[in-house]
């Protein structure tokens, strides 16, 4: 079974520079999630999506972060203006809706805010 | 609120010996408490679960965790540590009510030679 894809794996952009990321979810997993992991910190949640639908962007800061789930297969995650604050490593996961069910987590996209 | 604590920011243990990584939580009524593995890199991997039953849960590379209602706590152990277990370990909880995950800061463990 194929994992959770995302590209890229690096991104080195300055800031005020807009940047996207791609996830791919696992076969199946009709839930997303975005996830931003500082280094030092554990992952925190960015926004879940239920098939195409939203259902947490409580922690999505929206004046710069967008994200959509077309379809309700893949997934992009948008930062645009990108700010210093903003490096670190963009994990995406997915799970299958069962109750109590695990996530599974990309490799993540390392993006570093000059 | 929910939230988890990874008191260690680091565990050494030498190879071959018993480890154990703690993570105690807090959340409103009964918890889905998991554990999680990162090498350099690397994603999470998922190691074990608790969702209900027995409050000793075996998972992946011979990895265990005990649920302790009492002390909320959900501590990962393994009687035999290898080398190869050297990672960042991740403890999280998400409450029955709730949907996503809330993750602890994380614990290094280095197992030495």
């Known amino acids: 079974e194929a994992g959770v894809a995302q590209s890229p794996r690096y991104k080195i952009i300055e800031k005020r520079q807009s940047v996207a990321f791609w996830c791919n979810p696992i076969s199946g997993h009709a839930t997303l999630y975005w996830y931003q992991q500082i280094l030092g910190q554990g992952p925190k949640l960015l926004i879940q999506?239920?098939?195409?639908?939203?259902?947490?962007d409580s922690q999505l800061p929206k004046d710069r972060f967008s994200a959509e789930r077309l379809k309700g297969v893949d997934s992009t995650l948008k930062i645009q203006p990108a700010k210093l604050e903003d490096s670190a490593v963009y994990l995406c996961?997915?799970?299958?809706?069962?109750?109590?069910?695990?996530?599974?987590f990309g490799p993540g996209t390392r993006l570093t805010v000059t | 609120a929910q939230s988890v604590a990874q008191p260690e920011d680091q565990v050494n243990v030498a190879e071959g010996n018993p480890l154990t990584v703690k993570c105690t939580y807090s959340v409103s009524g009964n918890p889905y408490l998991f554990w999680y593995v990162q090498y350099p890199n690397r994603g999470l991997q998922f190691l074990l679960k608790?969702?209900?039953?027995?409050?000793l849960v075996k998972g992946s590379y011979g990895f265990e965790a005990e649920f302790n209602k009492s002390q909320t706590s959900f501590h990962l152990k393994k009687p035999s540590a290898l080398v190869s277990d050297s990672a960042l370990y991740f403890c999280?909880?998400?409450?029955?009510?709730?949907?996503?995950?809330?993750f602890g800061k994380g614990t290094s463990l280095l197992v030495t030679p």
């Open positions: 999280a909880v998400r409450d029955i009510a709730g949907y996503a995950l809330n």
């Open positions: 608790y969702i209900t039953g027995d409050n």
């Open positions: 996961a997915s799970r299958v809706r069962t109750e109590g069910a695990e996530q599974y």
């Open positions: 999506f239920q098939n195409n639908g939203v259902v947490d």
